[in-house]
């Protein structure tokens, strides 16, 4: 038995895992889960700032029963990174044997993290977005821009409003984008950002509402993507409909979270859960004029199954990592 470890770094990631990789992995794996084919405990936060320690990490494990894969994903948010060059956000995946616990793998995760993360609202807009003409990203760092990366490969895009505290983040943000199709629209407010557009993706650190509902028209698709509260309650609450991408992890993190505690959403008032739509037990929109809030959450299947999908592509492209033994 062979009982040693891949090691493999964000190179090797970026090389081997491409943005469509990502879309059709999260896409299967959503609908696998919706089949129940995943196995999935909600994830653990650790928070070590009562410590004196400004970070906190995520434990998100998965069983994705289709790829026999199992492994988990500790990715988290560390406030002194920037002063050493570090991104904020760093995560790890770690894929075990699921039979025997062997570690089979220690992989990077940061591009792994940032690859799933945009993949999500480019599926979620597909499935549920009456229109898509005009997007509006509020948050242009990196999540941000892997969102718009990933929303352009399955999405006819004609205008993408900015909105942002820093114009330099804008501008960088725009500048990433080599020849788009689409036009880039510089807003001074998030409300100028969010009048008349069709969709609208959060992408923040904030804990701030920084969309209103009277800001939204007949048939938008908001979506949500931090940890923390990003728009007002009325946005939530005055939606025609609510979908997420998984029900319990929602009511404990993110936009809904207050909202959650206070005992005004419960796990009946999402009418969308993605992955029951894309596994064919649940409708998604059910008119064009109808608007949808959506809460993203993020979840570690879709880490661990990226996972896999590089070590099949490794093994067929035969190519071989670094390698350790743990059993020695």
């Not at 196995?39 to 320690?53: E, Q, R």
């Not at 793998?105 to 993949?119: F, P, Q, Y």
């Not at 609510?242 to 993110?254: E, M, N, P, W």
């Not at 998604?284 to 880490?303: H, N, P, V, W």
């Amino acid at each position: 038995m062979d009982t040693r470890t891949m090691m493999i770094g964000e190179e090797t990631v970026r090389e081997c895992l491409t943005v469509e990789d990502a879309i059709g992995c999260v896409e299967r794996t959503w609908t696998w889960y919706g089949e129940g084919k995943v196995v999935m405990p909600n994830k653990i936060t650790t928070d070590m700032s009562a410590l004196g320690v400004p970070s906190w990490f995520n434990s998100m494990p998965a069983y994705i029963g289709p790829m026999d894969a199992a492994g988990i994903k500790v990715v988290g948010g560390y406030d002194e990174n920037k002063k050493l060059g570090l991104p904020y956000i760093k995560a790890t995946v770690l894929l075990t044997d699921p039979r025997t616990g062997l570690l089979r793998a220690v992989i990077g995760g940061d591009r792994i993290n940032d690859l799933r993360t945009g993949a999500q609202p480019a599926i979620m807009a597909r499935l549920l977005a009456s229109r898509t003409d005009t997007v509006t990203i509020i948050g242009t760092g990196l999540q941000g821009y892997m969102s718009l990366l990933c929303m352009s490969r399955v999405l006819d895009i004609g205008e993408v409003r900015l909105s942002d505290l820093s114009e330099e983040a804008m501008d960088r943000f725009i500048a990433r984008f080599d020849a788009p199709k689409f036009r880039f629209v510089k807003c001074r407010t998030n409300e100028e950002a969010c009048r008349g557009s069709d969709i609208i993706v959060t992408v923040t650190n904030a804990d701030a509402d920084l969309v209103q509902r009277e800001w939204i028209k007949p048939g938008a698709l908001v979506m949500t993507m931090g940890s923390y509260r990003e728009t007002s309650f009325d946005t939530v609450l005055k939606a025609d409909r609510i979908a997420t991408d998984h029900v319990g992890q929602s009511l404990h993190r993110g936009n809904v979270k207050e909202l959650a505690e206070q005992g005004r959403i419960t796990a009946e008032s999402f009418d969308i859960v993605v992955p029951d739509v894309l596994a064919g037990k649940a409708e998604g929109r059910r008119s064009a004029d109808e608007y949808i809030y959506a809460q993203i959450i993020g979840t570690g299947m879709l880490d661990v199954a990226l996972a896999a999908l590089l070590l099949e592509k490794l093994r067929a492209a035969g190519k071989a990592p670094h390698f350790f033994d743990m059993a020695k």
